[in-house]
Each structure stands twice: as structure tokens, then as C-alpha cells.
């Protein structure tokens, strides 16, 4: 069961989980980090990473973020494999928290 990058990602975009990715499955957007279900092992190294608790195996994902599922499918998809880490958003502690941030998100 894959892992999934959830709402709390969108302007945060940390990248302390790619760091500890085995199996280099995330994919970075403008300002979001999707992982492939396809290529996840399952390893939950990068859930502990995430400083926005961004990240959930496909299980426990919450209720109102079920869109990410399939949003972690499609954009893996198209944006590019990442495999290093990168300063975060400037912003980032700004948004870390706030809730519906989907219509932020930018393909």
C-alpha cells in the first residue's frame, strides 16, 4: 500500500522525505510534492520526515484528502522525478496548517 502526499504539502513543499526515499518515487511540482504509487515501496522512511505531517500511507489517509490519492497518481505522472532536497517554500510556516489549500495548487 503506497504512501500519499496530502493537502498540508500544497506551499510547504518540504523535501527532508526525498532525502530518505530508497526507491526515488517522489515527483516535484511548482509548489507540491507528489509521491508514485506505482514505484512506493511502502518503507514509511519518509513519513517521520515530513515537517507538515504531510504524508500518509494510503490507509490512513483522512476522509476529506482522498482526492490526493488519485491527484499523487496523475501528477507523478507528468512533473519530475526529485532526488535531492530543496529549501522549502518561503513562505512555507505560513501555510504549514492551513486547511483547503487544493485551489493553491499549481500544475
Not at 41 to 59: N, V, Y
Amino acid at each position: 500500500m503506497p504512501f500519499v502526499v496530502g493537502e498540508n504539502c500544497i506551499k510547504c513543499k518540504y523535501t527532508d522525505c526525498v532525502e530518505v526515499c530508497p526507491v526515488d518515487c517522489f515527483y516535484e511540482g511548482p509548489n507540491f510534492l507528489v509521491i508514485h504509487p506505482d514505484e512506493c515501496i511502502d518503507c514509511a522512511l519518509c513519513e517521520p520526515e515530513c515537517p507538515a505531517g504531510a504524508i500518509f500511507s494510503e490507509d490512513e489517509l483522512p476522509e476529506d484528502q482522498q482526492v490526493y490519492l488519485e491527484l499523487n497518481s496523475e501528477l507523478s505522472e507528468v512533473w519530475p522525478n526529485i532526488t535531492e532536497a530543496k529549501t522549502p517554500a518561503e513562505d512555507a510556516e505560513k501555510w504549514d496548517g492551513i486547511k483547503g489549500k487544493l485551489e493553491y495548487l499549481e500544475r
